[in-house]
């Protein structure tokens, strides 16, 4: 299935009228978590973003970068919101990380979904998302 189209959910001119734009499992150490052994490293941390840029945004009307939203632009956003301090809940990080995408202009829907793979040793990951648009 499309995520594209799952977006449609929100408003359907997302799915005709917007180009879904996705970063998965991008791999970053992060200093998080609450209980005192999270504190003294960092931990491995994924990150998968969608996004939905309106087509005149991002028409990618020729072969060059200046005609679409470029990805540099999410994983570096994502790398100075991590930074270097010390983050509690992964609940808040992600919440961040979404409402810095959706303050983005050219951004009409997000979907952030953060997981961290190396906490529990019987399951692949532990994780929360946000997901959500803005109005037309």
Same mark, same amino acid.
């Given at each position: 299935?499309s995520?594209?189209?799952?977006?449609?959910?929100?408003?359907a001119?997302?799915?005709?009228?917007?180009?879904l734009?996705s970063?998965?499992?991008?791999?970053l150490?992060?200093?998080i978590?609450?209980?005192?052994f999270?504190?003294?490293?960092?931990?491995? $941390?994924?990150f998968?973003i969608?996004i939905?840029?309106?087509l %005149?945004?991002?028409?990618?009307?020729? #072969?060059d &970068?200046?005609?679409?939203?470029?990805y540099d632009?999410?994983?570096? $956003?994502?790398?100075?919101?991590v930074?270097?301090e010390?983050? %509690?809940?992964q609940?808040?990080l992600? #919440?961040t &990380?979404?409402?810095q995408?959706?303050s983005?202009?050219?951004?009409m829907?997000?979907?952030v979904?953060t997981?961290?793979p190396?906490?529990?040793?019987d399951c692949l990951?532990?994780?929360?998302?946000?997901v959500?648009?803005k109005t037309?």
């Amino acid at each position: 299935m499309s995520s594209l189209l799952d977006f449609a959910v929100f408003d359907a001119r997302l799915a005709t009228h917007c180009r879904l734009m996705s970063l998965r499992q991008f791999d970053l150490p992060v200093r998080i978590g609450v209980h005192d052994f999270e504190r003294s490293a960092a931990q491995r $941390m994924w990150f998968d973003i969608d996004i939905c840029v309106r087509l %005149e945004d991002a028409p990618a009307s020729s #072969d060059d &970068i200046s005609s679409t939203l470029n990805y540099d632009f999410l994983r570096e $956003m994502i790398q100075n919101i991590v930074g270097f301090e010390h983050h %509690e809940l992964q609940e808040t990080l992600c #919440d961040t &990380i979404f409402y810095q995408l959706m303050s983005h202009p050219q951004i009409m829907a997000a979907r952030v979904n953060t997981s961290k793979p190396d906490v529990y040793p019987d399951c692949l990951s532990i994780g929360t998302e946000r997901v959500g648009c803005k109005t037309w």
